[in-house]
């Protein structure tokens, strides 16, 4: 499973944007970072998704001025390694 983003506060992990969003066949998102935008998507249609999301989240936590320790991670690129 892959975990397109992570959202803290501080060390604690609030919520996490994963394959139970873009993946997700049930009729509701509870996810905190897309808010049902990457639901059943698939998980290139959710990259860039959440791309945009988390762009946007920046732009305005710094319009805000809101607290620092809220933060959104993004999952590390998933790269296949060359065994042989």
């Keep these: 499973m892959v975990t397109l983003a992570t959202y803290r506060r ?4 609030i919520g996490r944007c994963d394959a139970s969003c873009y993946d997700g066949s049930d009729e509701r998102c ?3 970072i897309c808010r049902g935008q990457n639901h059943g998507v698939g998980l290139d249609a959710a990259i860039a998704q959440t791309k945009a999301i988390i ?6 936590r710094a319009a805000d001025g809101g607290p620092q320790r809220d933060r959104i991670v993004l999952g590390l690129p998933v790269v296949q390694l060359v065994l042989f």
């Excluded at 501080?10 to 992990?13: D, K, L, T, Y």
Aim: glycine share 8%; aromatic share 16%; with cysteine.
């Design 10 to 13: 501080g060390r604690e992990v």
């Design 30 to 32: 509870v996810c905190l």
């Design 55 to 60: 762009a946007e989240w920046y732009v305005a």
